[in-house]
């Protein structure tokens, strides 16, 4: 929202309240934005999930089709996630191909799903070799009003499991079967300001931040994806800590992704 | 869109003139508007309309971007209409078509016909489209999506741009086409009116109708346009009589 003349300065400012355990939007250091999730929201796709995380806005859609299995895995289906920073969500992404936080944003989204083995590939897997079905978990951000990462990963992981195995539309089977979700993996993302350590942070605390990182974890006390992001850096204890408070985070943000089929 | 496996042509127009969904021959399907659901955009509108569900943002007067497109005496309109991937019932590839780049064209020409773009020279006004659940009628939905999210951006225009789909199906001309209407109809007619003056800016016709169906289909279109303009002014009521801020989408 910020123009560029007035970042120093927003930054200078964001940065002393940061000092006093301040936000700007009159959070604690440790406190998440107000969550909301609309299961089911596009009836067109598989599964999806609409996530509002303050004023970010995110719609995740599942699609499923058969294809075939990778020649390397013939009894595994595929997975697919792929983030769309869509420039109608913010006035700094612009139409054309993917910038580096686009494809960032999509590849740390990815790893969480795919190293807490979020769904089992293998219950994927039709005719092993020939016949598997291919998943696609497409992310459309809205409204980029910071921190993508864990509203992405929430909506993702709210849309499949909320997702169903088309088995009819594709003649497999008579019936459709709903998917069946392993694990559930949480990111939570936390910026440097100051000596300040900043969960879930908004477009102008990510702009003013002194280095970001992210920590994925699951409902088994995994942790299973961790990701480093812009100018800054940690010490180990920064580390540990964050850990700590993204396994508190991810326990309440897991139970709303499961929440109840619609 | 096709969908997997062989489909029947299901039964369109009853004998009493019901169509599929229970409409009559020139009745729309329920229209629901939001004026400024996004934060970020300098004006949005979410657009529910039937089983469609189209959010739409506006960026500008801006920049122009890229910089040689930029004009000296007027402000350039640029649009981009998008699908998401899992707006339809087979996945679509992310991007831009060579269907959603025309369509986007064909709106952009529509809205740089009602702002007054020599007000802002050298600059860009950006608009936005996304289709988050289509069900035949997307370009004008996106379209009145649009138009709202300009005058919520407060970009001055002659009027606001409601537009509508006029299709014939079962040899019937009928308005605001749903999709099964639209896949095994014989005609397809989107159009875009300016309210005060009753003219046409967009325009685009599929299919076959002889010259009294195309007359009658016209006149269904104006029609059509003038029952979605008063849902536009009331979703811009709406924004700018409540004292909250952020409506939700």
């Known amino acids: 929202m910020s123009g560029e003349v007035s970042a120093e300065i927003l930054t200078t400012h964001l940065l002393d309240l940061a000092s006093k355990g301040k936000r700007l939007d009159g959070r604690g250091i440790d406190e998440y934005r107000p969550i909301r999730i609309e299961p089911g929201f596009a009836a067109n796709a598989d599964g999806s999930a609409f996530v509002h995380l303050g004023d970010t806005k995110v719609l995740c859609g599942v699609k499923l089709e058969l294809g075939k299995p990778f020649p390397d895995t013939p009894n595994a289906g595929v997975l697919t996630t792929n983030a769309e920073l869509i ?36 219950q994927l897997c039709v005719t092993p070799g020939e016949k598997s079905w291919v998943c696609y978990v497409d992310v459309h951000v809205l409204d980029h ?14 849309a499949l499991a909320h997702a169903t195995l088309p088995r009819k539309r594709f003649g497999v089977a008579e ?88 | 869109m096709g969908s997997v496996g062989a489909k029947e042509v299901p039964v369109l127009m009853t004998p009493d003139g019901r ?23 300098d004006g949005s ?17 801006r920049e122009v971007h890229p910089r040689h497109l930029q004009e000296n005496h007027r402000a350039i309109v640029q649009c981009r209409y998008n699908m998401a991937a899992f707006s339809v019932d087979e996945r679509k590839r992310p991007g831009l078509d060579r269907r959603s780049q025309e369509i986007s064209k064909v709106i952009a020409e529509a809205f740089d016909s009602v702002v007054f773009a020599e007000e802002f020279p050298r600059t860009s006004i950006d608009v936005y489209i996304e289709v988050l659940q289509a069900n035949a009628g997307t370009r004008c939905a996106g379209l009145v999506a649009a138009s709202v999210a300009l005058a919520d951006a407060g970009i001055p225009m002659v009027d606001l741009l409601p537009a509508v789909a006029v299709g014939k199906v079962a040899g019937e001309v009928v308005l605001d086409l749903k999709k099964e209407e639209d896949n095994f109809g014989e005609a397809d007619l989107p159009m875009a009116m300016v309210p ?14 002889t010259r009294e169906e195309l007359s009658k289909a016209l006149d269904l279109g104006v029609k059509g346009c003038r029952e979605v303009h008063e849902k536009m002014k009331e979703a811009l009521r709406a924004r700018y009589t409540t004292t909250d801020a952020g409506a939700d989408a």
């Open chain 1, 145 to 158: 009003s910071g921190n993508l990462i864990d509203a992405a990963l929430l909506a993702a992981v709210a």
């Open chain 2, 19 to 41: 169509r599929i969904d229970g409409r009559r021959w020139d009745e729309l399907r329920p229209i629901h508007i939001v004026a400024g659901p996004l934060r970020q955009a």
């Open chain 2, 45 to 61: 509108a979410f657009v529910e309309w039937g089983a469609n569900k189209v959010m739409a943002a506006v960026y500008g007067p």
């Open chain 1, 87 to 122: 420039p109608l969500s913010s006035p700094a992404f612009e139409p054309g191909p993917p910038t580096t936080t686009a494809i960032e944003t999509s590849r740390v989204v990815d790893r969480a799903i795919r190293a807490a083995e979020t769904i089992d590939l293998t």
């Open chain 2, 196 to 209: 005060q003056s009753g003219r046409l800016v967009l325009l685009q016709m599929e299919g076959h109708m």
């Open chain 1, 175 to 262: 019936t459709d079967l709903p998917l069946d979700v392993v694990h559930f993996p949480i990111e939570c993302t936390f910026v440097r300001l100051g000596d300040a350590l900043l969960v879930d942070p908004t477009f102008d605390e990510e702009k003013a931040a002194q280095g970001r990182i992210t920590v994925a974890t699951d409902e088994t006390g995994r942790i299973v994806a961790m990701q480093k992001g812009l100018v800054g850096a940690f010490s180990p204890e920064d580390i540990k800590e964050v850990v700590e408070r993204a396994f508190k985070h991810g326990d309440r943000m897991r139970a709303l992704a499961r929440g109840e089929r619609p």
